[in-house]
């Protein structure tokens, strides 16, 4: 074993990077592991602020690259000036039945989707933290709102997320930097839509992008927004929250972090005897050696699949199935939010007025189905849409008929207003969506195949469906023009929140873990990414991943010092 660290860390991503953060601040010696390459701040953003003339192939990935290495993530949001910051799917191939399809969307770098997530951040409310128990789906949370309140408060605060206070009992208030403006038409839409509707809301959403930061985030090198909206080429500002941009920063200056690079965490590494983990095995991606890490506490927050494809992989004798897998729920309950449906309209008029910058952040309408008495009966839980207005720009020529002067000289003038509203809806937990692996079958690093099993239910369908209806029926409510909905079929994993698979819960005998995200048979191992989740609620997800690691690692530490792991 090489030299003993208080904490190792596993992933350096939304997760990874708080774990790292807390834990180094808090005086431990402490091991952050990737599977991937190193992406410095600033430094290894190679498209930021190039313009798509400079790009090959004026941006777009040729198709036949796409179909060769990119059969997977192409469906997300690859171009040419973000490739890099995913996988290909030809190098990290997994199996799934051919029924069913999972799209498992991945990027193996330093920082991992925190360089490309949608960074939308809403709290949970206590609905959320009951809904299992209340409708009988799933297992109860071991944790309400009350619980992860202030730590909500903490991760905010430090995070930098701008929004405006509400009110809304579904939705809590959090610590806000002052909210992005509206643009003409959407200000017009949310007076028409207070004055329609009692018992929904229209608000502008809730973001990690700093528009007022802190002493804090400066002394970081972070700046304000610049409404430039290529966040995923990275933000050299450090404007949006990222590991790069946040928690890794902040864990280097203490002087307590040691960062490992393209370092496959193969298993945790069992201590029959002590009955804790000893540490972990990990694999250079490029030499294929194997190195093992000694830690006095293992944090695993590699994302969803991957953190549950290591416990998966970490067998012993006791565990036999997986470490920490005496329930056998283990791999199970895998869930995604369900959306691919939605509306959208011209909204006549305005035609006098223009976006000003490109604004990263969206509308946002509250779930409203099955709460404050509304009932529906052919599904239950809810959804949330994510809206925004926009002018047509020259693009529309792409869809229409004509040529000459004529037809150059109309493109060169905005085209009308239009309104679109897309679905987040919650997805149930069930046994039967879940992930294996494969102990005869080894990739090339060693590594236990994968297989990923899951589809939406008939539930997550009709959820689907409502959402269309309804964005239309408030469309055309609100007064726009040639309003028309879409439903797209849906699959699994698209929506890039995956959850579930090492939940948490009350009993040991159907959990993998309990409310501080610690390895019920396992004291020193806890999992505090998607994984963790007992549900899905409709909300992004990684605001409450942040509170859950940042809660974790403060009680870690405690027990640490208590000699109690």
Same mark, same amino acid.
């Given at each position: 074993?090489?030299?003993?660290?208080?904490?190792?860390?596993?992933?350096?991503?939304?997760?990874?990077?708080?774990?790292?953060?807390?834990?180094?601040?808090?005086?431990?010696?402490?091991?952050?592991?990737?599977?991937?390459? +190193?992406?410095?701040? &600033?430094?290894?953003?190679?498209?930021?602020?190039?313009?798509?003339?400079?790009?090959?192939?004026?941006? %777009?990935?040729?198709?036949?690259?796409?179909?060769?290495?990119?059969?997977?993530?192409?469906?997300?949001?690859? +171009?040419?000036? $973000?490739?890099?910051?995913?996988?290909?799917?030809?190098?990290?191939?997994?199996?799934?039945?051919?029924? @069913?399809?999972?799209?498992?969307?991945?990027?193996?770098?330093?920082?991992?989707?925190?360089?490309?997530?949608?960074?939308?951040?809403?709290?949970?409310?206590?609905?959320?933290? *009951?809904?299992?128990?209340?409708?009988?789906?799933?297992?109860?949370?071991?944790? #309400?709102?009350?619980?992860?309140?202030?730590?909500?408060?903490?991760?905010?605060?430090? /995070?930098?997320?701008?929004?405006?206070?509400?009110?809304?009992? *579904?939705?809590?208030?959090?610590?806000?930097?002052?909210?992005?403006?509206?643009?003409?038409?959407?200000?017009?839409?949310?007076? #028409?839509?207070? !004055?329609?509707?009692?018992? #929904?809301?229209?608000?502008?959403?809730?973001?990690?992008?700093?528009?007022?930061?802190?002493?804090?985030?400066? =002394?970081?090198? %972070?700046?304000?927004?610049?409404?430039?909206?290529?966040?995923?080429?990275?933000?050299?500002?450090?404007?949006?929250?990222? =590991?790069?941009?946040?928690?890794?920063?902040?864990? !280097?200056?203490?002087?307590?972090?040691?960062?490992?690079?393209?370092?496959?965490?193969?298993?945790?590494?069992?201590?029959?005897?002590?009955?804790?983990?000893?540490?972990? %095995?990990?694999? $250079?991606?490029?030499? @294929?050696?194997?190195? !093992?890490?000694?830690?006095?506490?293992?944090?695993?927050?590699?994302?969803?699949?991957?953190?549950? +494809?290591?416990?998966?992989?970490?067998?012993?004798? @006791?565990?036999?199935?997986?470490?920490?897998?005496?329930?056998?729920?283990?791999?199970?309950?895998?869930?995604?939010?369900?959306?691919?449906?939605?509306?959208?309209? %011209?909204?006549?008029?305005?035609?006098?007025?223009?976006?000003?910058?490109? #604004?990263?952040?969206?509308?946002?309408?509250?779930?409203?189905? *099955?709460?404050?008495?509304?009932?529906?009966?052919?599904?239950?839980?809810?959804?949330?849409?994510?809206?925004?207005?926009?002018?047509?720009?020259?693009?529309?020529?792409?869809?229409?008929?004509?040529?000459?002067?004529?037809?150059? @000289?109309?493109?060169?003038?905005?085209?009308?207003?239009?309104?679109?509203?897309?679905?987040?809806?919650?997805?149930?937990? &069930?046994?039967?969506?879940?992930?294996?692996?494969?102990?005869?079958?080894?990739?090339?690093?060693?590594?236990?195949?994968?297989?990923?099993?899951?589809?939406?239910?008939?539930?997550?369908? *009709?959820?689907?469906?409502?959402?269309?209806?309804?964005?239309?029926?408030?469309?055309?409510?609100?007064?726009? !023009?040639?309003?028309?909905?879409?439903?797209?079929?849906?699959?699994?994993?698209?929506?890039?929140?995956?959850?579930?698979?090492?939940?948490?819960?009350?009993?040991?005998?159907?959990?993998?873990? $309990?409310?501080?995200?610690?390895?019920?048979?396992?004291? $020193?191992?806890?999992?505090?990414?998607?994984?963790?989740?007992?549900?899905?609620?409709?909300?992004?997800?990684?605001?409450?991943?942040?509170?859950?690691?940042?809660? /974790?690692?403060?009680?870690?530490?405690?027990?640490?010092?208590?000699?109690?792991?």
């Amino acid at each position: 074993m090489a030299e003993e660290f208080d904490a190792i860390v596993v992933g350096s991503g939304m997760s990874g990077g708080w774990a790292a953060k807390e834990f180094t601040e808090k005086g431990m010696k402490t091991l952050l592991l990737d599977r991937g390459r +190193q992406v410095k701040h &600033r430094e290894d953003y190679p498209t930021e602020n190039v313009p798509p003339w400079d790009l090959p192939n004026n941006g %777009r990935v040729p198709k036949e690259e796409l179909d060769q290495d990119y059969e997977i993530q192409k469906m997300a949001f690859l +171009q040419e000036y $973000n490739k890099h910051f995913f996988v290909k799917d030809s190098e990290h191939p997994y199996t799934q039945p051919d029924d @069913k399809m999972f799209t498992w969307i991945r990027g193996y770098h330093v920082g991992g989707r925190s360089l490309t997530w949608g960074k939308q951040t809403y709290r949970w409310s206590e609905m959320d933290f *009951n809904s299992n128990i209340e409708d009988g789906n799933g297992i109860d949370w071991p944790i #309400r709102y009350a619980d992860i309140e202030l730590w909500y408060d903490y991760v905010e605060t430090f /995070a930098g997320i701008s929004g405006s206070l509400e009110g809304i009992p *579904n939705l809590p208030d959090g610590k806000f930097q002052p909210p992005m403006e509206m643009t003409c038409v959407e200000a017009e839409m949310k007076k #028409r839509f207070d !004055e329609l509707y009692d018992d #929904r809301h229209f608000i502008i959403g809730r973001c990690a992008h700093l528009t007022e930061p802190t002493e804090e985030q400066r =002394s970081l090198g %972070r700046e304000k927004c610049q409404y430039r909206n290529e966040c995923m080429r990275g933000c050299s500002f450090g404007a949006y929250f990222s =590991s790069q941009s946040a928690t890794l920063p902040a864990a !280097e200056r203490t002087g307590n972090l040691t960062t490992v690079t393209d370092a496959i965490c193969h298993s945790v590494i069992y201590d029959e005897t002590t009955g804790k983990a000893r540490g972990v %095995r990990v694999v $250079n991606s490029i030499t @294929k050696e194997t190195t !093992e890490y000694s830690g006095k506490v293992v944090f695993l927050c590699a994302s969803t699949i991957a953190s549950t +494809q290591i416990m998966l992989n970490s067998v012993s004798e @006791k565990f036999q199935n997986g470490i920490a897998n005496g329930s056998g729920a283990l791999g199970h309950y895998l869930m995604d939010h369900i959306y691919q449906a939605g509306a959208s309209g %011209r909204m006549p008029g305005f035609e006098d007025f223009y976006e000003s910058g490109r #604004r990263p952040n969206e509308i946002y309408i509250p779930r409203f189905r *099955n709460i404050n008495g509304d009932t529906q009966e052919n599904f239950v839980r809810g959804y949330g849409y994510q809206c925004s207005a926009h002018r047509l720009s020259w693009k529309r020529g792409a869809d229409q008929t004509g040529y000459g002067a004529d037809f150059k @000289k109309n493109l060169q003038q905005p085209g009308a207003w239009w309104f679109r509203m897309t679905g987040f809806g919650e997805m149930l937990p &069930r046994y039967e969506n879940h992930i294996s692996v494969d102990h005869n079958n080894l990739d090339e690093w060693g590594i236990p195949a994968l297989h990923i099993d899951c589809e939406f239910s008939e539930n997550e369908l *009709n959820l689907q469906k409502d959402i269309a209806a309804e964005a239309e029926s408030i469309l055309n409510n609100l007064g726009l !023009e040639d309003v028309s909905s879409w439903v797209t079929p849906a699959n699994p994993g698209l929506c890039i929140h995956e959850m579930g698979t090492a939940r948490m819960g009350h009993d040991p005998a159907t959990s993998v873990l $309990n409310k501080h995200n610690q390895a019920h048979e396992v004291p $020193n191992l806890f999992v505090t990414d998607g994984s963790c989740m007992t549900s899905t609620a409709c909300q992004n997800p990684s605001l409450t991943y942040m509170a859950l690691t940042a809660r /974790a690692v403060d009680y870690a530490v405690k027990q640490m010092k208590a000699d109690l792991i």
